[in-house]
T-cell receptor, first 114, second 114 residues
Framework: AQSVTQLGSHVSVSEGALVLLRCNYSSSVPPYLFWYVQYPNQGLQLLLKYTTGATLVKGINGFEAEFKKSETSFHLTKPSAHMSDAAEYFCAVSPTNTGNQFYFGTGTSLTVIP | GAGVSQSPSNKVTEKGKDVELRCDPISGHTALYWYRQRLGQGLEFLIYFQGNSAPDKSGLPSDRFSAERTGESVSTLTIQRTQQEDSAVYLC????????????FGPGTRLTVL
């Protein structure tokens, strides 16, 4: 079965500092990869996704993620944190060979310190 | 345009009662997913509908859980004889087409079983 690991359930960064949220997956075949964000009192929304092609994917609000097959990782980064980035971030994978299920990580809560 | 809506937003019930949760997907979206999110945990896949195909029920945790969808419209998730461990936020998502398309999430239904 697929598994998605998000290291660090809580991450705190200072405003203007680099944001790095980690995601690793277990799969013998590279899956499709997603990052979703959940702002307080709002539903989940897609930040970015990787399906095929360029391994560095750019998303909304200045976020980007790089698919590294050798490391089975899809870490999310943003060069400079903003107060509005405070939210819960979820990494998700969808296997390319076993139907249309999605598997989500347990989430990382990002706090931005002024 | 209108997003995914869910009702009720909150539901408190007594152990042993049946509950029905409703999801209205985005118009024209062929795929619909149900997830469960327990406190402090990630999203747990429950069931997936795709057009008129047989649903993928592999994530349903027990036979107390069932879901229906009529065509490409409303879906209902029914939990019979609720237990305290069923307490969670139940999320619905829809996507436009087959495959690993972006999922659009509803705000969720928070179920509390006393």
């Amino acid at each position: 079965a697929q598994s998605v690991t998000q290291l660090g359930s809580h991450v705190s960064v200072s405003e203007g500092a680099l944001v790095l949220l980690r995601c690793n997956y277990s799969s013998s075949v590279p899956p499709y990869l997603f990052w979703y964000v959940q702002y307080p009192n709002q539903g989940l929304q897609l930040l970015l996704k990787y399906t095929t092609g360029a391994t560095l994917v750019k998303g909304i609000n200045g976020f980007e993620a790089e698919f590294k097959k050798s490391e089975t990782s899809f870490h999310l980064t943003k060069p400079s944190a903003h107060m509005s980035d405070a939210a819960e971030y979820f990494c998700a994978v969808s296997p390319t060979n076993t139907g249309n299920q999605f598997y989500f990580g347990t989430g990382t809560s990002l706090t931005v310190i002024p | 345009g209108a997003g995914v809506s869910q009702s009720p937003s909150n539901k408190v019930t007594e152990k042993g009662k049946d509950v029905e949760l409703r999801c209205d997907p985005i118009s024209g979206h062929t795929a619909l997913y149900w997830y469960r999110q327990r406190l402090g945990q990630g999203l747990e896949f429950l069931i997936y509908f795709q057009g008129n195909s047989a649903p993928d029920k592999s994530g349903l945790p027990s036979d107390r859980f069932s879901a229906e969808r009529t065509g490409e419209s409303v879906s209902t998730l029914t939990i019979q004889r609720t237990q305290q461990e069923d307490s969670a936020v139940y999320l619905c998502a829809s996507s436009a087409k087959v495959g690993r398309d972006t999922q659009y999430f509803g705000p969720g239904t928070r179920l509390t079983v006393l």
